[in-house]
């Protein structure tokens, strides 16, 4: 069964760094086609996706946040790590990290299993 | 980067009538990437439909999906109470980064 579960600060002051956790099992981040993302979503409004790392180190980003997002993966610990600098107001929201296969064009099996999310408050 | 677009915003509709929810792209791309979620109040966004037309795991055959190059369609054959929700569009583009789109409300008329 993979299970995944975000963690981290629930309150980050404006202009400081979020460091979020996804502890995940059930699976190995060094499986071929294996990734997890990060996703948000402000309170009432829609989801936004952030990053993706793939079992390859591969990494992907949201263009519009790219600058400022940083996603690592720790296999022994089963760990990916996403940092988000510069923290404003407007990015208050759910965090969740979920897991997906994707082994190219054709072989994409979605965003199968999500984090229960975890909630960052940006505030001074 | 590719910009998704679902309508309608909303769609007020009975238990047992059909929903069909729409979702277009900015340009076109691979229909492998095309993945359909759910999401009711204060829950996780669950997968439905991945490739396009494939249903994911457990879910009910009422769901289908279909469509290509930049429209895509999500039909609910005949709603079930349970599923009065928000309907995200899922596409990833040729830089293979991710997009969500917006979200559709189905809810109870």
């Known amino acids: 069964q993979i299970t995944l579960k975000e963690s981290g600060p629930t309150l980050v002051k404006p202009t400081q760094t979020l460091t979020l956790t996804c502890t995940f099992s059930g699976f190995s981040l060094s499986t071929s086609g294996v990734g997890v993302n990060w996703i948000r979503q402000p309170p009432g409004k829609a989801l936004e996706w952030l990053a993706l790392?793939?079992?390859?180190?591969?990494?992907r980003y949201s263009p519009s946040l790219r600058p400022r997002l940083t996603i690592t993966k720790d296999t022994s610990k089963n760990q990916v790590v996403l940092t988000m600098t510069n923290m404003d107001h407007v990015d208050t929201a759910t965090y969740y990290c979920?897991?997906?296969?994707?082994?190219?064009?054709?072989?994409?099996?979605?965003?199968?299993?999500w984090g229960q999310g975890t909630t960052v408050t940006v505030s001074s | 980067e590719i910009v998704l677009t679902q309508f309608p915003d909303t769609l007020s509709l009975s238990p047992g009538e059909r929903a069909t929810l729409s979702c277009r792209v900015s340009q076109s791309v691979s229909s492998s990437y095309v993945a359909w979620y759910q999401q009711k109040p204060g829950q996780t966004p669950r997968l439905l439909i991945y490739?396009?037309?494939t249903r994911a795991t457990g879910i009910p055959g009422r769901f289908s999906g279909s469509g290509s190059g930049t429209e895509f369609t999500l039909t609910i054959s005949g709603l079930e109470p349970e599923d009065f929700a928000v309907y995200y569009c899922q596409q990833s583009g040729s830089s293979r980064s991710f997009t969500f789109g917006p979200g559709t409300k189905v809810d109870i008329k």
């Open positions: 490739g396009v037309s």
């Open positions: 979920a897991h997906q296969l994707d082994y190219g064009a054709g072989y994409y099996y979605g965003m199968d299993v």
């Open positions: 790392i793939y079992w390859n180190d591969d990494k």
